[in-house]
C-alpha cells in the first residue's frame, strides 16, 4: 500500500502508558475484498470465548458470560489470541472505573472456565489464568493456544492495518448475547459501518478508557475483544466498549430525565496501541523463555513506515536509546 502524505502524528501520555493514534490518509489502491471473502476471513480469524460455570459436567454446564476474540498471531505450535482485558478477569478496574481508590484487578472465581472455541464449535481449548496476559492501563488481554495444527486448522491469523480516516468503511465481528443467540454456542454476527472520529484528547480518553476508534456499526455484550477491520480485511481496533443510556430519577421514582445519544456509537482500541504497550512493558513477547515469545506479529515497514518514524522518535520510556532499537527492528521488517 502506497502512502500518499501522513496528516496527522499524534501522542498522548495517559498514566504510565503512552496511547498513540496515527491518522493517515492512503492512496486509494488498497485491495477491497468482495464481502462474502471478507465474511469468511473473519469468520475464521475470530473466535468465541465462554465463560463456563460446571463446565466439566456436560448436563450442569452453563455459560455465565463471555466475549470474542482475534487470531493474532501463530508462533511455531502457539496460537496468541487477542480479546479485552475486562472478558477474562472477574473484575477489571480500569474499565469499569470503580470509584474507591483501593480498587483491585481479580482474576474469575476457580469454579468458571474460560473456553476458547470456533463459530462451528469444532474445536474447543480451555484455559487457566497462566495462560493470558493483559495490561492494567490498556483493556486488552493476550491468550496463548498450545495446540497441534490439526486442532487449530480453521485458524487465520489477521493481518494488522492500523491506518484509518473518517468515513472509511470498516467491519465488525462478534458473538452478542441478543435476541435469538441468547445460548451457550452463540451465532456470529456481521456488521457494516464507518469510522466515525478519533478520540485525541486526555479528558475524552479517560472517558472512554482509553478507547480511541469511534465507529457506528452495532456493538453488543458478548462481542467485546472482536475485531473491527478495513474493506481489505486487515484490524484497525478491538471492539469493547458502548455507549450508555442516561436515565434520571426523581425523589419518587419517576423517569425526569432521558438520553440516548451515546447509544449511537461504539468503540474499539487501535491497534497500535498494543505496540506502544509491549515496547513500554514486560510482556514476554521479547524473552525467549516466556510462552508468550514472538506473540506479536511483526510489521512491515513499507506499509507502516509512519508509526515507525513516530516510535522512533517518541517511544522509550526508561529504556535506552540502543534497547529501544533492539525492540523496534524485532517487530518492523
Same mark, same amino acid.
Given at each position: 500500500?502506497? =502512502? ?75 496460537? =496468541? ?17 470503580? +470509584? ?23 474445536? /474447543?481449548?480451555?484455559? +487457566? !489464568?497462566?495462560? =493470558? *496476559? ?45 435476541? $435469538? !443467540? ?32 469511534? %465507529? ?36 419518587? $421514582? ?10 449511537? %456509537?461504539?468503540?474499539?482500541?487501535? *491497534? ?17 523463555? +516466556? ?12 506499509? %507502516? ?23 523496534? !527492528?524485532?517487530?518492523? /521488517?
Amino acid at each position: 500500500m502506497n =502512502f500518499t502524505a501522513s496528516l496527522i502524528k499524534f501522542f498522548l501520555l495517559f498514566g504510565k502508558k503512552f496511547i498513540v493514534l496515527a491518522f493517515l490518509i492512503f492512496s486509494q489502491n488498497s485491495l477491497a475484498l468482495g464481502t462474502f471473502e471478507l465474511s469468511e476471513k473473519l469468520r475464521n480469524s475470530t473466535v468465541r470465548i465462554n465463560i463456563w460455570e460446571n463446565y466439566g459436567n456436560e448436563y450442569m454446564k452453563d455459560v455465565f458470560s463471555g466475549g470474542s476474540g482475534i487470531v493474532l498471531n501463530k508462533y511455531r505450535d502457539t496460537y =496468541f489470541i487477542l480479546t479485552n482485558a475486562h472478558v477474562v478477569l472477574e473484575r477489571f478496574c480500569l474499565v469499569e472505573q470503580y +470509584s474507591e481508590t483501593d480498587c483491585e484487578n481479580d482474576y474469575l472465581d476457580d469454579s468458571l472456565t474460560i473456553v476458547i472455541d470456533t463459530p462451528d464449535s469444532s474445536f /474447543e481449548y480451555p484455559i +487457566s !489464568n497462566e495462560d =493470558f *496476559i493483559y495490561w492494567e492501563d490498556l483493556d486488552l488481554a493476550v491468550i496463548a493456544v498450545e495446540g497441534s495444527i490439526d486442532e487449530t486448522e480453521n485458524f487465520q491469523v489477521l493481518e494488522i492495518g492500523g491506518i484509518w480516516h473518517p468515513l472509511q468503511q470498516v467491519y465488525s465481528v462478534g458473538f452478542p448475547f441478543v435476541l $435469538g !443467540n441468547n445460548k451457550n454456542y452463540r451465532d456470529i454476527f456481521y456488521d457494516s459501518c464507518v469510522v466515525n472520529a478519533g478520540i485525541l484528547d486526555e479528558e475524552g480518553l479517560s472517558e472512554t478508557s482509553n478507547y480511541s476508534i469511534v %465507529h457506528d456499526c452495532a456493538i453488543s455484550g458478548g462481542m467485546s475483544g472482536g475485531p473491527l477491520v478495513s474493506e481489505d480485511g486487515k484490524l484497525l481496533a478491538v471492539n469493547g466498549l458502548k455507549g450508555v443510556e442516561i436515565l434520571e430519577q426523581g425523589w419518587s $421514582g419517576q423517569i425526569t430525565y432521558t438520553d440516548f445519544d451515546n447509544l449511537n %456509537h461504539a468503540y474499539g482500541i487501535h *491497534i497500535y496501541d498494543l505496540y506502544v504497550a509491549v515496547l513500554n512493558t514486560e510482556s514476554g513477547n521479547f524473552d525467549p523463555r +516466556s510462552k508468550f515469545y514472538n506473540f506479536l506479529p511483526r510489521l512491515s515497514l513499507d506499509e %507502516h513506515e509512519s508509526f515507525y518514524d513516530f516510535l522512533l522518535n517518541e517511544v522509550g520510556g526508561s529504556m535506552s536509546r540502543r534497547t529501544s532499537l533492539n525492540k523496534l !527492528n524485532k517487530i518492523f /521488517e
